[in-house]
């Protein structure tokens, strides 16, 4: 069998015409189409990472602002809650702040009508007293509070006329004052009296509505006073510090 080499070579030159036509016309564009397509599917990868960068970096700001937020917040809420509580306490300080002034101005009230109940009392006992001595004296001895108090004078002023003497230096009148007029006996008995233990004294007698029961004898720059206040002033002290006991339960009880 002989082989026929034109037909060979034919079939071989058709053969690479074939594949070239093949290369050229279509493996190229197919391989252009798949290059094309490697190509479009990086970029869209590429754009997917990148939109999952953005996404991801989103989120972490918007976690970051939500945590910040939160801070705010719970500032907020810490300073609303200091506010709350300075303001609660300055109102518990102005409360606090009243209650005492009000209590102070209770507990001065409670004192000035203890004061005034006291000297109204002190006062009703002053007279009482009085008027008790005087009938007492009348009743038990026939005798005045006014003259009793003149020969109560008569016998202190031997102690003291020495003094009295002394303290009146170049004054030659003695004064001797009473709320109500002597009576004549005893201006005779007073009179006399300063005239013996005095030498060259005069005696001149005044009255003073104001002044307490009994008599005050001014020589000179000396002035000594025979009262029945040293008497009253016995009874007001324990009358107030009976009222002030009273008073002090009675407050003791209304705090209680």
Do not use: C
């Not at 990086?42 to 970051?64: L, P």
């Not at 002044?211 to 000179?220: C, D, F, K, M, Y």
Request: a negative charge; aromatic letters at 4%; glycine letters at 4%.
């Amino acid at each position: 069998m002989s082989i026929d080499w034109i037909t060979v070579v034919a079939q071989i030159a058709n053969f690479l015409v074939l594949v070239w036509l093949l290369k050229r016309f279509l493996y190229r564009p197919i391989l252009d189409g798949i290059d094309a397509r490697e190509a479009e599917i990086t970029r869209r990868m590429s754009e997917a990472r990148k939109a999952q960068e953005k996404a991801q970096a989103a989120e972490a700001g918007y976690r970051k602002q939500q945590a910040r937020l939160l801070a705010d917040q719970d500032a907020m809420i810490e300073q609303a809650l200091s506010a709350t509580e300075n303001e609660r306490d300055t109102l518990l300080a102005a409360a606090r702040a009243k209650l005492e002034q009000e209590q102070k101005e209770w507990h001065k009230h409670l004192e000035r009508e203890r004061h005034k109940f006291t000297a109204q009392l002190q006062r009703a006992g002053e007279e009482t007293l009085l008027e008790l001595t005087r009938k007492a004296l009348h009743d038990l001895a026939d005798d005045t509070l006014e003259e009793a108090i003149v020969r109560h004078v008569s016998k202190q002023l031997q102690v003291i006329a020495g003094e009295l003497s002394h303290a009146a230096g170049d004054s030659t009148e003695a004064v001797a004052s009473t709320r109500d007029a002597l009576p004549e006996a005893a201006r005779l008995r007073m009179q006399a009296e300063v005239e013996k233990l005095l030498p060259g004294m005069t005696l001149r007698f005044a009255t003073d509505p104001q002044q307490a029961p009994g008599l005050i004898l001014r020589v000179g720059g000396a002035q000594v006073a025979w009262t029945i206040d040293s008497y009253t002033d016995e009874f007001d002290a324990l009358l107030d510090e009976r009222t002030s006991a009273r008073v002090s339960g009675r407050m003791q009880n209304d705090n209680g």
